[in-house]
């Protein structure tokens, strides 16, 4: 094998440090995103190198242990925070590069947001049409009259089946009824993208189900590409893409699949991936390490359609080719 010139390894290098090409319909990309905390000294690594595209017109699950970085990641998204390093990009505005008010643009029509929390999505002396009709007064980017505001409004109750309560104060409505009209709050102003954190967190499963036909039906009807982060099995499992992020990057994934055959039978295949970054890393998901016993060193073995990844036989002393057996324990073969 001939050793790289230095030209190879210049070329090698340009190639790593550029951004990756995103496919054109992506409403989210994530390059390397890192978001490092300082505190009292104390820096804490939240993303670490994070990699994420989000088509237009997807609905994606973020999942991910406490601590993990999917409130970084989405309060970034949000413009609510911004980025040590890397790229990010939503609906074309570069969220490392935005001054103030193009920030302020951003989150009032780009992006809408639900929170866990139901108090903090609605303000409670106003009916839930007046809540709806907020974002519009304060920054309606295509600048329409009152009584398109009031269409939008009323277009907005329809779509989510909340017309009922249309002139009732957040104190009267369940927490679902609040998540609902929240949804409809943060869709006013039409944006590309709406994020959620633990939007179900604080429901029961059955009103988790309504609120979240409630996101199905925002990105199926008014196209709304939409991010969730959830705890919630019920989430995470009906919708086509689940991310899931692991110490500040995103570890792997699960795309479903529904089909239906010829006799109207809808059957659901899920498939695992993990993410495999620039420099040739992948996690392994936890449960597939812990079923083999895999720690440290793995063997990988190329073939000419797959690498098989397998637990470390060097330490096996049963194993007549393990160099421990052999004598040879690091493996180097005679000296
Ligand atoms: N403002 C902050 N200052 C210092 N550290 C922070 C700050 N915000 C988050 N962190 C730290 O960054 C890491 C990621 O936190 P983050 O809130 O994004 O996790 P999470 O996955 O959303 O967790 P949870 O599911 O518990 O909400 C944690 O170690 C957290 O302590």
Partial sequence: MTSPTLDDLRRQALAAAAPRGHAADAAITCDRLVRIFSTDGIEVQALQGLELTVRQGDLVALVGASGSGKSTLLNILAGLDTPTAGQATVAGYDLLDM???ERL??????????????ARNLLPFLTTAQNIAL????????RRSARAHAARVDQLLDALGIGDLHARRPAELSGGQQQRV????????????????????ELDSETGAAVFEAFRTVNREL?????????????????RRTVAIRDGRTSSEVLRRTTTDEHGEETTTEREYVMLDRTGRVQLPHKFLQALGMEHRV???????HIAVRPDATEDPEDPESPEATGDPDGTGPR
Avoid: C
């Avoid at 974002?135 to 295509?142: A, E, F, K, N, S």
């Avoid at 929240?182 to 967190?201: K, S």
């Avoid at 063997?299 to 359609?305: H, K």
């Fill in 99 to 101: 001054p103030p008010k």
């Fill in 182 to 201: 929240a949804i409809a709050v943060a869709m006013a102003n039409d944006p590309a993208v709406l994020l959620a954190d633990e939007p179900t967190g």
């Fill in 223 to 239: 196209g709304a590409t939409v991010v969730i982060v959830t705890h919630d099995p019920l989430v995470a499992g009906e919708v």
């Fill in 105 to 118: 643009r951003y989150r009032r029509s780009a992006v809408g947001f639900v929170w866990q929390q139901t």
């Fill in 135 to 142: 974002p519009m007064q304060l920054g309606d980017p295509r």
């Fill in 299 to 305: 063997a990988v073995d190329l073939a000419s359609d």
